[in-house]
C-alpha cells in the first residue's frame, strides 16, 4: 500500500486530502501543530520530520508563507524518489524552494482551484507548475488525482492570473461582507433583495468560511496590485462623473465594457445560467 503524509491535516483542505486518498486506498498519516486532525484509520505523527521519514508522498497544506521553511525542514529527511506535493495559491516563492530540494525528491507544484466542500475530484481544475521534469509531474499528479483537468503553466503566469480569479474575487467580496455585516437591519434588506444581492451575499458569505490567513495570503499576492489599483481607480472614476452628472461619460464606461464582454461570452446565456443558479439553491 502506498503511503502519504498530510501536514496541515487538521485544516479544511488539509481534511479533504485526507478524506481523498483514505477513499483511493492510501495509507495516511496526517500532522498539525494548529488544529485537531479528523478522521477514522489516520494515523497521527507527533513531529514533523517523525511524520515524512517512511512516505512514498507528502502533501503540504500549509499557510504560504510557511511552506517554503517547511519544504527546507523535511526535503532533506524524505526518502530517496519520493515526491513532494505542494497546493499553495501563490507560487513565486515557493517554487524558488522547490528547486532548491536535493536531487533525491520529486516535486510536484499544484494549485487545486477549488475548496474542501468539492465532492468529487471529477471534472476540478487543477493547475500545474512545473519545476524541473514538466512531463513527469504532470503524469504523476494526473495519476494521483485522475479524473481532474490540469492546466500547466509557469508560477510567474499563475500568479498574474491567480491575482485576477482569486485575488480581485476575495477583495471585493471581503469588503462587500465587511459593510453588509454593519447593516443594523439586515432581515430588511434581505426581504427587500432580489437576485443580484441574494447571489453576490451568499459569494462573499462563502468566501468568508475560508481562515482569515489563507484570504490574507491570496490578497497579498504582490500581483494583485496592478489589478485592485484599476478597480481602485475605476470607483473613484465612475462616482465623481456620477456626482458631476456626467451621464453619457457613465453610459460609455458600461457600453464598452458590454461590448468587450461580449466578445467572449453570451450575456444573455449568462443571466440565464444566474436564474437557474438562484432557482436551483432556492429550492
Given at each position: 500500500?502506498?503511503?502519504?503524509?498530510?501536514?496541515?491535516?487538521?485544516?479544511?483542505?488539509?481534511?479533504?486530502?485526507?478524506?481523498?486518498?483514505?477513499?483511493?486506498?492510501?495509507?495516511?498519516?496526517?500532522?498539525?501543530?494548529?488544529?485537531?486532525?479528523?478522521?477514522?484509520?489516520?494515523?497521527?505523527?507527533?513531529?514533523?520530520?517523525?511524520?515524512?521519514?517512511?512516505?512514498?508522498?507528502?502533501?503540504?497544506?500549509?499557510?504560504?508563507?510557511?511552506?517554503?521553511?517547511?519544504?527546507?525542514?523535511?526535503?532533506?529527511?524524505m526518502?530517496?524518489?519520493?515526491?513532494?506535493i505542494?497546493?499553495?495559491?501563490?507560487?513565486?516563492?515557493v517554487?524558488?524552494?522547490?528547486?532548491?530540494?536535493?536531487?533525491?525528491?520529486?516535486p510536484?507544484?499544484?494549485?487545486?482551484?477549488?475548496?474542501?466542500?468539492?465532492?468529487?475530484?471529477?471534472?476540478?481544475?487543477?493547475?500545474?507548475?512545473?519545476?524541473?521534469?514538466?512531463?513527469?509531474?504532470?503524469?504523476?499528479?494526473?495519476?494521483?488525482?485522475?479524473?481532474?483537468?490540469?492546466?500547466?503553466?509557469?508560477?510567474?503566469e499563475?500568479?498574474?492570473?491567480?491575482?485576477?480569479i482569486?485575488?480581485?474575487?476575495?477583495?471585493?467580496?471581503?469588503?462587500?461582507?465587511?459593510?453588509?455585516?454593519?447593516?443594523?437591519?439586515?432581515?430588511?434588506?434581505?426581504?427587500?433583495?432580489g437576485?443580484?444581492?441574494?447571489?453576490?451575499?451568499?459569494?462573499?458569505?462563502?468566501?468568508?468560511?475560508?481562515?482569515?490567513?489563507?484570504?490574507?495570503?491570496?490578497?497579498?499576492?504582490?500581483?494583485?496590485?496592478r489589478?485592485?489599483?484599476?478597480?481602485?481607480?475605476?470607483?473613484?472614476?465612475?462616482?465623481?462623473?456620477?456626482?458631476?452628472?456626467k451621464?453619457?461619460?457613465?453610459?460609455?464606461?458600461?457600453k464598452?465594457?458590454?461590448?468587450?464582454?461580449?466578445?467572449?461570452?453570451?450575456?444573455?446565456?449568462?443571466?440565464?445560467?444566474?436564474?437557474?443558479?438562484?432557482?436551483?439553491?432556492?429550492?
Open positions: 500500500m502506498k503511503t502519504i503524509t498530510v501536514i496541515g491535516a487538521g485544516g479544511q483542505m488539509g481534511q479533504w486530502f485526507v478524506k481523498y486518498f483514505s477513499e483511493i486506498g492510501f495509507d495516511v498519516t496526517g500532522f498539525d501543530t494548529e488544529n485537531k486532525i479528523l478522521g477514522k484509520g489516520i494515523i497521527q505523527s507527533d513531529s514533523l520530520v517523525g511524520g515524512i521519514l517512511k512516505a512514498d508522498y507528502v502533501v503540504l497544506c500549509t499557510p504560504t508563507r510557511r511552506t517554503p521553511e517547511i519544504i527546507r525542514l523535511i526535503a532533506k529527511e526518502k530517496r524518489g519520493t515526491y513532494l505542494e497546493i499553495s495559491s501563490e507560487k513565486s516563492k517554487v524558488s524552494s522547490l528547486l532548491k530540494m536535493p536531487a533525491k525528491i520529486n510536484i507544484c499544484i494549485h487545486p482551484m477549488f475548496g474542501p466542500g468539492a465532492r468529487s475530484i471529477k471534472g476540478q481544475n487543477i493547475i500545474s507548475i512545473p519545476i524541473k521534469d514538466a512531463k513527469k509531474e504532470l503524469a504523476v499528479a494526473k495519476e494521483l488525482f485522475e479524473g481532474a483537468n490540469f492546466i500547466t503553466i509557469d508560477a510567474i499563475h500568479d498574474k492570473r491567480i491575482a485576477v482569486l485575488g480581485l474575487t476575495h477583495l471585493m467580496n471581503l469588503v462587500f461582507a465587511n459593510i453588509v455585516s454593519k447593516d443594523e437591519k439586515i432581515s430588511l434588506t434581505e426581504k427587500m433583495s437576485t443580484t444581492f441574494r447571489v453576490q451575499k451568499t459569494l462573499a458569505e462563502s468566501i468568508m468560511t475560508e481562515s482569515p490567513e489563507l484570504i490574507e495570503t491570496i490578497i497579498a499576492n504582490p500581483e494583485i496590485r489589478v485592485a489599483e484599476e478597480f481602485w481607480k475605476d470607483i473613484g472614476k465612475l462616482l465623481t462623473a456620477v456626482q458631476e452628472s451621464t453619457e461619460e457613465v453610459i460609455e464606461y458600461i464598452a465594457c458590454q461590448t468587450r464582454l461580449s466578445a467572449n461570452t453570451n450575456l444573455d446565456a449568462s443571466y440565464k445560467r444566474l436564474t437557474k443558479m438562484v432557482n436551483a439553491v432556492e429550492k
